[in-house]
């Protein structure tokens, strides 16, 4: 049997799948994250952990496949599995599911983890990192159909090797358009001699210095991502341009 090898997360890869969107969808989600977590060399407690997570957002993902009313851009859209790697604010591996229902957020029940029904938020909560909530865009979809994630985190060894990468701002910054230009945003990008460039999006620039992106989504704040967690940054810009705070946490 040949070991499955997931792209080069630790340098700012990403997974992206499309799931069923019927009862095989769970399943698949749960399948597809442990043969990255394997193939990462993960331990196996985390890994059920992580399957555990997978499974109830990705059940949470297929109730909500398609918004209402179904339209002729969102009826071939599915749920969708995405995975990445991000160093801030720890060595974390990124679990997200996208679905189309934009405005069916989901929230945490309060009820014991024992209770029969409605707990699925809070074992999720229970056994990772970090989770939330925002909007999105597909990322598969050829109409970059817009709808929203519920992701969550598990946490990554301290050595996790992407702490240490560095990358040029030049090819940081030429990665990150083209990133969001495969979600359907336009931007200019300008470079000095050094590399140091400009990534102008609507109503926002983005500055791409040696060791971060840098941005400020509102007067007075700024928010700064290490070049190596490209995903997470061009999650979180996404995020932004569609309206929304760089984060919903979980409470």
């Known amino acids: 049997m040949v070991m499955f090898r997931p792209p080069n ?10 799931l069923p969107a019927d009862e095989r969808g769970p399943a698949a989600a749960r399948s597809l994250l442990h043969q990255v977590m394997a193939g990462l060399g993960l331990e196996r407690d985390l890994i059920e952990d992580g399957k555990l997570a997978v499974s109830e957002t990705a059940t949470n993902a297929l109730r909500h496949a398609h918004p209402e009313p179904v339209t002729a851009e969102t009826a071939d859209t599915g749920p969708e599995l995405w995975i990445w790697a991000r160093t801030v604010p720890a060595p974390q591996l990124v679990v997200s599911l996208f679905d189309c229902a934009r405005h069916a957020l989901p929230h945490p029940t309060g009820t014991e983890l024992l209770d029969e029904h409605g707990k699925g938020l809070d074992l999720v909560t229970a056994v990772t990192a970090d989770w939330g909530t ?27 090797p992407g702490r240490h990468l560095r990358v040029h701002p030049g090819t940081a910054a030429q990665t990150l358009m083209l990133n969001l230009g495969k979600r359907g945003y336009t931007g200019r990008r300008s470079s000095d001699e050094e590399g140091v460039s400009v990534v102008e999006l609507p109503g926002l620039n983005v500055w791409v210095l040696p060791q971060h992106f840098c941005w400020r989504p509102e007067p007075g704040r700024c928010v700064r991502r290490p070049l190596i967690d490209l995903q997470e940054t061009a999650e979180l810009l996404v995020r932004h341009l569609e309206g929304a705070p760089t984060s919903t946490p979980a409470p």
């Open 134 to 160: 925002g909007p999105s865009r597909s990322r598969l979809s050829a109409q970059r159909t817009p709808g929203k994630t519920v992701w969550f985190a598990l946490p990554l060894p301290f050595r996790w």
């Open 9 to 18: 997360l630790a340098a700012g890869g990403a997974c992206a799948w499309l």
